[in-house]
């Protein structure tokens, strides 16, 4: 069985930084497009950023420009988050998603697999 299984969440300031790494098992995801999701309390699941299989292109929510990175090493099987000046309004739980498709989407219908999400919390 497919599992996606999401690492780093945590409670920080606003202005600082986390990292959140995504590592599927069961099968290797270097041929598929990832993107990391959220959603707030009481709002609907959201997209954040995407990446196709080669490492572009990238997409991001207006939102997270020039603060969040996505990346991904697929020798390691693994998609990051960097994210970076966070914001009160960041948390949410994140969820790792992987899509059959090679290039990135913000669509969340293309995405096949979920992880079980990681909080992160910015107080501010």
């Known amino acids: 069985q497919v599992q996606l299984v999401e690492s780093g969440g945590g409670l920080v300031q606003a202005g600082d930084s986390l990292r959140l790494s995504c590592a599927p098992s069961?099968?290797?995801?270097?041929?598929?497009?990832m993107g990391w999701f959220r959603q707030a309390p009481g709002k609907e699941r959201e997209f954040v950023a995407s990446?196709?299989?080669?490492?572009?292109?990238?997409y991001y929510t207006d939102s997270v420009k020039g603060r969040f990175t996505i990346s991904r090493v697929n020798a390691k099987n693994t998609v990051y988050l960097q994210m970076n000046s966070l914001k009160a309004e960041d948390t949410a739980v994140y969820y790792c998603?992987?899509?059959?498709?090679?290039?990135?989407?913000?669509?969340?219908?293309?995405?096949?697999?979920w992880g079980q999400g990681t909080r992160v919390t910015v107080s501010s």
């Open positions: 990446i196709s299989w080669s490492g572009v292109p990238t």
């Open positions: 998603a992987g899509s059959r498709d090679t290039i990135a989407t913000s669509l969340i219908s293309k995405y096949n697999y």
């Open positions: 069961g099968r290797t995801f270097s041929m598929y497009a």
